[in-house]
């Protein structure tokens, strides 16, 4: 494994690293051919990275026009969950707390360009919180959210 510190050398210092990473992420300097910027891996022909339940791809969000606005897509939500918007800012911890939650934060990233912070934003998460419940989602969906998703996905445009 490599530590920051060799990273960071390989990279010129910190500040080479910053300014890397942020033209990068400005579209400056393009992503590396086989990287999955959504799941941080990189793929190769024989085997794709490992999180299969999407969507879109950050590609694809950056030329799509039409979007649907965070209202339509928790109007999508509420009505699948059956759970109101509130229902869904509210906290709950264990691995079966608040279904709806999760499976908004995963919805979200999926149907519309928001980044995870302003999920969060919308779920009154961290961003962190919003990344490591949508990893949990795709990783290994809980029983209660397996349903969801699957309709979530069935109803997706093409």
Excluded at 60 to 88: C, Q, S
């Amino acid at each position: 494994w490599m530590n920051r510190e060799t990273l960071l050398h390989l990279a010129g210092g910190r500040a080479a690293f910053a300014d890397f990473i942020h033209a990068v992420r400005q579209g400056s300097i393009p992503w590396p051919e086989r990287f999955d910027a959504e799941s941080g891996w990189l793929s190769s022909a024989d085997r794709p990275h490992p999180w299969t339940l999407h969507t879109a791809t950050i590609r694809d969000r950056k030329v799509a026009e039409d979007w649907p606005t965070v209202d339509e897509t928790m109007a999508r939500i509420t009505a699948l969950t059956g759970v109101n918007r509130a229902e869904l800012r509210r906290a709950g911890r264990g691995r079966g707390a608040n279904a709806a939650r999760r499976f908004a934060a995963w919805a979200l990233s999926r149907a519309t360009p928001l980044t995870q912070l302003e999920i969060g934003r919308e779920l009154e998460m961290s961003a962190v919180h919003v990344a490591s419940t949508i990893r949990r989602v795709e990783k290994s969906p809980h029983p209660s959210l397996r349903a969801w998703i699957e309709q979530w996905l069935a109803a997706a445009p093409s």
